[in-house]
C-alpha cells in the first residue's frame, strides 16, 4: 500500500532565530547567566548556537539538498528593535540577504515574527503582560512588512503564544521567569490576539499573502474520571480559548503537534507503559489525525499546514517511524477531505531546544558540538529526502522504520525530563522503551 500527496502540497522545514542564530545577546542568553537554562552552560559553543546570523549557507544549502519546498524561519525581534521605536537597518539588511538566499535556492519564505522571545527591553517592562506591547509589535511588525513582505510566502504572526505565556508566567521555565501568575498569563494573551488581528489587517490592505499563527496542540487524555474530565477542561483552555479572539483573522491555521498529554492537576503523566520522545512528550500519531478532524469541524473554510512535527531523538531510532506515521495520518486526513496543504518538519539541525538547552535532539542532522558544529545528517534526513522527492510512504518506507523502532523496544534510550514532566536536564537520564507498544496510525 502506498500513501499519496497530492501535486500541491508541500513539504518544508523549521527553525526559530534564537534557537540557532549566533551573534545575538537575546533574553535567552541572559536567562543562561543566571544559570536557569538546563545543558547549555557546560555545552561547547553554546551562545552560537549554530551560526545561523554568520552562516546561514550551511542551513540553507541542506534545506536545498533536502528538496524542501518551504524553509520556516523567524526574525529576532532583539536585533532588529535593539530598543523601543529604534529599527536597526544593518540587521534588516542581513535579514533581507537570508530571506533572498532562501528564494534563490528555490524554495518558499514562512515568515515568523514572535517565536517565542522578544526583546530584553521589553521583557524588563513587563513583556507581553504590558498594554504597550500592542505598539511595540505594531511597530515592528509593520517595519518587517515593509522590510521584508516582497519576499514572504506565508506570514505567522505568533508562534505557539499559549504555552509560551503560560511557562513565562506562570511556570517561570521562560525569561524572565515568573511564577504563579494565571493573571499576567491571560493578559498576554489578550494583548498578543489584538496584536495578531491588527498585523492580519494591515496586510490585508497592502498585500495578499497569507496570514496565519502557529498553535500549539496536544491531544489531551486522561485516565480515570477525574483526569478524563481534567483533561477536557485543560483542552479547552490550552487549544481553543485563544482561537476564539482571532478566528475571523486567519487565511490558514498552523498546528505545531508533537504528540498526546495525558494530564493531571500536577501536569502531564509520564506512564511507564507508553513510549515518549526524548524531551518528554507521549508518542501518539493518532492524534494529530483527530486534531485535524477537529480544527477542520471548527474552521471549516480555512487550509491547515502542519507547522512544526517532530521528534526528540538523539539515537534516530524513533524518527523514523515518528515522521512516517505522522505523515500517514495527513495523508489520511488528506483523503478524507481534510484540506491539509503542507508539512513542516522541526527541526532540520540539532538547537537549542529553549528552557532544555541542547538536551533533546530534534534534527534531521546532527550537529557535533565538539567538533566546530559538525553537521552529520541523520538516516532519517534522507528518509525525508526520499518522501518528499516521489511524494509518497511507500509500504517498504514504513515497514524498514518500523523495523528500526522494533529493533530498540525494551531498550534504554537518553531521557531529557524530570521525574515532574516539567524540568529539562543538565544530564539525561535512561528511559526504557515500552517492549510491546505499537503506537503506529491505525489504518482501516
Not at 11 to 38: I, K, M, P, T, Y
Not at 115 to 130: A, F, L, R, T, Y
Not at 340 to 365: A, C, M, Q, R
Not at 407 to 424: E, F, H
Request: proline fraction near 6%; charged fraction near 25%; aromatic fraction near 14%.
Amino acid at each position: 500500500m502506498e500513501y499519496q500527496f497530492p501535486s500541491g502540497f508541500f513539504f518544508g522545514v523549521s527553525n526559530a532565530a534564537n534557537q540557532v542564530e549566533d551573534e545575538l545577546e537575546d533574553n535567552w542568553l541572559r536567562f543562561s547567566h543566571q544559570n536557569r537554562l538546563r545543558c547549555f552552560n557546560h555545552v561547547p559553543h553554546h551562545a552560537e548556537r549554530i551560526r545561523f546570523w554568520s552562516q546561514p549557507e550551511i542551513e540553507l544549502d541542506l534545506a536545498q539538498n533536502l528538496g524542501v519546498h518551504v524553509f520556516r524561519l523567524s526574525l529576532a525581534w532583539e536585533r532588529l528593535v535593539p530598543q523601543r521605536g529604534e529599527w536597526n537597518e544593518l540587521a534588516a539588511r542581513g535579514y533581507l540577504e537570508m530571506l533572498k538566499g532562501i528564494k534563490k535556492r528555490g524554495m518558499k519564505v514562512m515568515l515568523t515574527l514572535f517565536h517565542h522571545s522578544i526583546p530584553k527591553w521589553m521583557e524588563d517592562d513587563g513583556g507581553w503582560v504590558n498594554p504597550i506591547s500592542i505598539e511595540d509589535f505594531r511597530f515592528y511588525s509593520q517595519k518587517s512588512l515593509e522590510a521584508f513582505g516582497e519576499d514572504v510566502d506565508f506570514w505567522i504572526t505568533l508562534n505557539e503564544p499559549v504555552p509560551w505565556s503560560y511557562l513565562t508566567y506562570n511556570e517561570g521555565l521562560f525569561p524572565p521567569g515568573c511564577k504563579g501568575s494565571l493573571l499576567a498569563h491571560f493578559k498576554a494573551l489578550k494583548h498578543m490576539s489584538l496584536s495578531h488581528n491588527e498585523f492580519y489587517k494591515t496586510v490585508r490592505k497592502n498585500q495578499s499573502t497569507p496570514v496565519g499563527i502557529a498553535h500549539h496542540m496536544g491531544l489531551h487524555q486522561g485516565r480515570g474520571w477525574f483526569n478524563h474530565l481534567f483533561s477536557k477542561v485543560s483542552d479547552y483552555l490550552a487549544h481553543w480559548h485563544f482561537l476564539d479572539g482571532i478566528a475571523d483573522h486567519m487565511d490558514f491555521f498552523g498546528i505545531n503537534y508533537y504528540g498526546a498529554e495525558w494530564m493531571t492537576p500536577q501536569g502531564p503523566a509520564q506512564y511507564e507503559d507508553l513510549d515518549f520522545s526524548d524531551a518528554g512528550r507521549a508518542i501518539c500519531p493518532e492524534g494529530l489525525y483527530q486534531l485535524l478532524y477537529c480544527i477542520h469541524q471548527k474552521f471549516p473554510k480555512l487550509p491547515i499546514i502542519i507547522t512544526e512535527n517532530g521528534v526528540g531523538d538523539g539515537t534516530d531510532s524513533v524518527r523514523p517511524a515518528y515522521m512516517v506515521e505522522h505523515l500517514i495520518a495527513v495523508q489520511c486526513a488528506i483523503e478524507n477531505k481534510i484540506p491539509v496543504i503542507g508539512y513542516v518538519h522541526w527541526t532540520l539541525s540539532d538547537n537549542l531546544e529553549w528552557s532544555d538547552g541542547y538536551g533533546p535532539k530534534f534534527g534531521l542532522v546532527e550537529v557535533d558540538r565538539k567538533n566546530n558544529l559538525k553537521r552529520l545528517p541523520r538516516p532519517s534526513y534522507s528518509l525525508y529526502q526520499k518522501i518528499i522527492q516521489e511524494k509518497k510512504i511507500t509500504l517498504e518506507m514504513r515497514q524498514t522504520a518500523w523495523q528500526t523502532y522494533k529493533a530498540i523496544q525494551g531498550q534504554p534510550r537518553p531521557y531529557w525530563r524530570s521525574p515532574d514532566g516539567k524540568q529539562g536536564l543538565d544530564e539525561a537520564q535512561e528511559r526504557l522503551t515500552p517492549k510491546s507498544q505499537d503506537w503506529r496510525f491505525p489504518i482501516a
